[in-house]
C-alpha cells in the first residue's frame, strides 16, 4: 500500500499551529503560516516579524526594531508512533531572506532564527494521523517511519 501526503496537506495541518511568538538571542518572532515544499527533502518557510529586545552592541540595532524577514529551513521528519505525528527535526537554515536587514546583522539573524525554528518546529507536529479515517487509522498501526521521495512524504510501513 502506498500511502503519501503532498506538501499542501502538510502546510495545512502545520498552519493550524501558527501563529507562533518565541524570543532569543536578544530577538523576539512572530511567526505568521508556515509555507512547506518538498524536492527530494522538506523545506519549510517561516515568514517572521523579527524585534530586537535591546540594543545589540556594536551592531546599530536600536532595541525594538521590526523588519519582516523569511527564513527557510530544510530538515528530516521524525515520526512518533504512540500519537500519529509527525515533527520536522534537524533544522538547518538554508537562507534569511529580507531587504530590510542590514548585511551585517544577517548572520546574527539567521543564527537567531536557526535556534528559534528548531525550538519551535521540534514541538509542533508538522503532520498528525487522523484516527477518525480508516485508512490513516491503518497507518498508525503499521507506519515505520517516513521520508520525502520528489515532491511527497512517503510513508513506509513494516512489513507484515
Do not use: C
Request: overall charge neutral; glycine content about 6%; cysteine-free.
Amino acid at each position: 500500500m502506498d500511502f503519501s501526503l503532498s506538501a499542501a496537506q502538510i502546510s495545512k495541518t502545520l498552519n493550524q499551529s501558527f501563529p507562533q511568538e518565541i524570543s532569543q538571542m536578544m530577538v523576539a518572532a512572530r511567526i505568521d503560516e508556515p509555507t512547506v515544499r518538498m524536492r527530494d527533502r522538506m523545506e519549510i518557510t517561516l515568514p517572521a516579524s523579527i524585534r530586537s529586545l535591546g540594543s545589540i552592541a556594536g551592531f546599530g540595532l536600536p532595541a525594538g526594531e521590526t523588519f519582516r524577514v523569511n527564513t527557510t529551513v530544510a530538515g528530516t521528519i521524525d515520526y512518533d508512533p504512540a500519537e500519529g505525528q509527525f515533527y520536522f527535526v534537524n533544522p538547518e537554515v538554508l537562507g534569511v531572506d529580507s531587504a530590510l536587514v542590514p548585511e551585517h546583522l544577517k548572520p546574527i539573524v539567521q543564527q537567531a532564527l536557526g535556534m528559534i525554528s528548531g525550538q519551535l518546529l521540534d514541538r509542533i507536529p508538522v503532520y498528525q494521523l487522523d484516527a477518525n479515517d480508516r485508512k490513516q487509522r491503518w497507518a498508525k498501526s503499521w507506519l515505520e517511519r517516513a521520508e520525502v521521495r520528489g515532491d511527497r512524504l512517503h510513508l513506509l510501513f513494516k512489513r507484515q
